[in-house]
């Protein structure tokens, strides 16, 4: 068979789309224009009329997508016996299920997807500068984004803690946590803290949960032998803990084993948000420390704005930042 035949043969098959009226046969022209296409590049043709197959395969999908949505088929799999082996009477009414229809669900999500998409983006889907998949996550993060649009300027207008129920997309916070449950009483090197510091069950009692939105990001600092802490704080939280990012601090700390010069943000995600970028590692450079001994690098705040999207919170925070709030002790810090 010569590309002339093919393009003949094609040309049939658009008219028979067309025509056709049933979603069994719009399947049918869809699995053959797949496998003309399939055979056409085994056999070395033209880009250009493979690619006309599969926009033919596309135009049979979408099609077929159309008349489930127009007329959505009925739910089980029609006519059988029951469990106790008694025959159930058929269906009155005249739609058939997916099964009956030899669709499988799958499928017919799919050419749902198709039908619904724009022209201009469903031509860029057969065409191959796109795929449904890439169009749906478009879509899904447009949503998204317009939602934390919303929630951006409800933080900024927000007086009360009450106010703030949900709204946030990623959430810092630098605990002050109390070394007396760690193990070691007595731990030689360690500088008392200049704060109030809180127990593991006083952490466990901020309502992180509260202020996050449904997809959010959690960056959780942490010393060495604060960290089986964190896991717990995660669990509590509604988060799934994903890694550690280390930050290798410029001097040298104390330690009762070993000289401490790093300290880590665990970074967990509730939800299913995506980071910003592809490039993060999981160590930090080495920047300096804030004017505390305890205080972190001022260099963490646009780090995390590269990877994650606002709005943003931060907890037990000491700096004013534009697009930021702060909970502290005080209240609300905008």
Not at 102 to 120: C, F, M, N, Q, Y
Request: proline letters at 5%.
């Amino acid at each position: 068979m010569n590309e002339n035949t093919s393009l003949m043969l094609l040309s049939r098959a658009s008219q028979a789309l067309v025509e056709a009226d049933t979603v069994v046969r719009l399947k049918e022209l869809k699995n053959l224009a797949l496998t003309a296409a399939d055979w056409l590049k085994r056999k070395n043709a033209g880009d250009e009329i493979i690619q006309k197959a599969k926009a033919l395969a596309f135009d049979a999908e979408r099609k077929m997508g159309e008349m489930l949505l127009t007329k959505p088929p009925k739910r089980g799999a029609g006519p059988g016996r029951g469990k106790q082996g008694v025959s159930q009477a058929p269906c009155l009414s005249d739609v058939p299920s997916l099964k009956e229809l030899g669709i499988t669900t799958k499928e017919s999500s799919v050419a749902k997807k198709l039908a619904s998409l724009p022209e201009d983006t469903f031509v860029a889907v057969k065409s191959g500068v796109t795929t449904v998949t890439q169009v749906q996550r478009e879509i899904r993060e447009k949503k998204r984004e317009e939602k934390r649009r919303a929630n951006r300027k409800k933080a900024e207008e927000s007086k009360s803690i009450k106010e703030l129920v949900g709204i946030f997309t990623t959430i810092l916070i630098d605990p002050p946590w109390d070394w007396s449950d760690e193990g070691d009483v007595n731990q030689l090197g360690r500088a008392k803290p200049d704060y109030a510091t809180m127990t593991l069950g006083q952490l466990l009692e901020i309502p992180v949960k509260d202020w996050a939105d449904k997809d959010c990001h959690l960056y959780c600092w942490s010393t060495n032998r604060s960290l089986p802490k964190v896991y717990s704080l995660f669990d509590v939280w509604g988060f799934r803990y994903i890694t550690l990012l280390t930050w290798p601090k410029p001097s040298f700390g104390m330690g009762n084993y070993f000289r401490g010069q790093t300290e880590h943000i665990a970074f967990g995600v509730k939800g299913s948000q995506l980071l910003k970028r592809k490039d993060a590692s999981t160590l930090l450079p080495t920047w300096d420390r804030g004017e505390h001994h305890s205080s972190k690098p001022l260099e963490i705040y646009e780090f995390i704005e590269s990877c994650s999207p606002g709005p943003y919170l931060e907890i037990f925070g000491r700096n004013k930042r534009d697009g930021w709030t702060i909970i502290g002790e005080g209240g609300i810090n905008g």
